[in-house]
């Protein structure tokens, strides 16, 4: 089983739709969650970390976690077309502090 | 502020030959990682540091080495280049290990081994 696990998509929503993505976790000592975005090209880039359960929203993004299902999610509101590229989950385990990432999940906005 | 700096940004490398991506920071963190990430692809761990001295395989160590010894630097080496290998690198660095804390990437090195 993978660490992280996340649906590769293609996820497509309308503009200024929600889009909802996901992320399951195996380890349950897991500690803290982030979701990074990565455009075609470039390096990933923070979107949002999470560590406790429930949510935390910046913007139009909201991070969801529930450590007792093990899953992780982030939604994006009102969805840009600038909001189109590979979202990657990552998870670090306490004091070892390896970050390990899903395989990502590619979004597209359609006009 | 320059952060995270990868050089080189591309490369090519015939099969068996060997070459050092260099990864520095600026920011004193303790924590810095090697990922490669193919194609469509997530990142996958290769080697990792929580400080000078100390290092550790990740998922895919095979093929690389790594040495810690200053803060700011973290080389990744490849001694026997080989097809598989061709990837784009990319290394990153945290501060301690607080719940949240973010990891800083760099701009990757794009390697192709032919």
């Known amino acids: 089983q993978k660490e992280v696990e996340q649906n590769s998509g293609p996820l497509s929503v309308p503009e200024g739709a929600i889009a909802s993505l996901n992320c399951t976790y195996s380890?349950?000592?897991?500690?803290?969650f982030f979701w990074y975005r990565q455009y075609s090209g470039k390096s990933p880039e923070l979107i949002m970390s999470?560590?406790?359960?429930g949510d935390k929203e910046d913007g139009r993004f909201t991070a969801q976690l529930n450590k007792a299902s093990q899953y992780v999610s982030l939604l994006i509101r009102d969805s840009q077309p600038s909001d189109s590229a590979t979202y990657l989950c990552?998870?670090?385990?306490?004091?070892?502090?390896?970050?390990?990432f899903g395989t990502g999940t590619r979004l597209q906005v359609t006009l | 502020n320059a952060g995270v700096t990868q050089t080189p940004k591309f490369r090519i490398l015939k099969i068996g030959q060997s070459m050092t991506l260099q990864c520095t920071q600026d920011?004193?963190?303790?924590?810095m990682y090697w990922y490669r990430q193919d194609p469509g692809m997530g990142l996958k761990l290769i080697y990792y540091?929580?400080?000078?001295?100390?290092?550790d395989k990740g998922e895919v160590p095979n093929g690389y080495n790594v040495s810690r010894s200053t803060t700011e630097d973290f080389p990744l080496r490849l001694e026997l280049a080989a097809p598989s290998q061709t990837s784009v690198y990319f290394c990153?660095?945290?501060?301690?290990?607080?719940?949240?804390?973010?990891?800083?990437f760099g701009q990757g090195t794009r390697l192709t081994v032919v």
């Open positions: 380890d349950r000592g897991s500690q803290s």
């Open positions: 990153a660095s945290s501060e301690l290990a607080r719940p949240g804390t973010e990891a800083f």
């Open positions: 999470i560590y406790s359960n």
């Open positions: 540091s929580v400080g000078a001295g100390i290092t």
């Open positions: 920011m004193n963190h303790n924590y």
């Open positions: 990552a998870r670090r385990a306490g004091t070892a502090s390896k970050l390990t």
